[in-house]
């Protein structure tokens, strides 16, 4: 460095997380298709995200016993990344008692594909802020 030269250090730029928001998806349903032959259905709800091209599951609610029309307790809580398309896919199963842990060891009911934005939140999104400027020490 020449005479008279300034030494400069500049800080490492904050890691920058994306804007996310804490959704909380309270499922219901109606009108279920009835498996069983002596009672009604025992639904339960499998979230699956999709990752890299993989369906992985997240989640799954409890099994109401015997109704056609479930409200689950359980509510599926989920981070919202506003600039991500968050596939989700919810297949619904009739449960066959508390070893059957995927929709393939129970009666398949169906199953509903989205994006996170189309069944989240309905109140308008706030934009995220613009990330803070690098700090620069001298």
Known sequence: M??????????????VVPC???????????HLLDRDPLTKSDPSVVLLLQAQSQWV??????VVRSSLHPMSAKAFTLHYYFE?????????????????????ASDFLGAMERTLG???PRAPLKSCPPPPPPSRLF
């Open 20 to 30: 996310a928001s804490k959704v909380e998806l309270q499922l219901s349903r109606q």
């Open 84 to 104: 991500e398309a968050q596939r989700l896919r919810f297949e619904v199963c009739d449960t066959h008692g508390p070893g059957s842990l995927s929709c393939q």
């Open 57 to 62: 599951q997240v989640d799954r609610t409890e």
């Open 118 to 120: 189309q069944v989240g």
């Open 2 to 15: 020449g005479a008279g030269g300034k030494l400069g250090a500049v800080a490492a730029a904050p890691r």
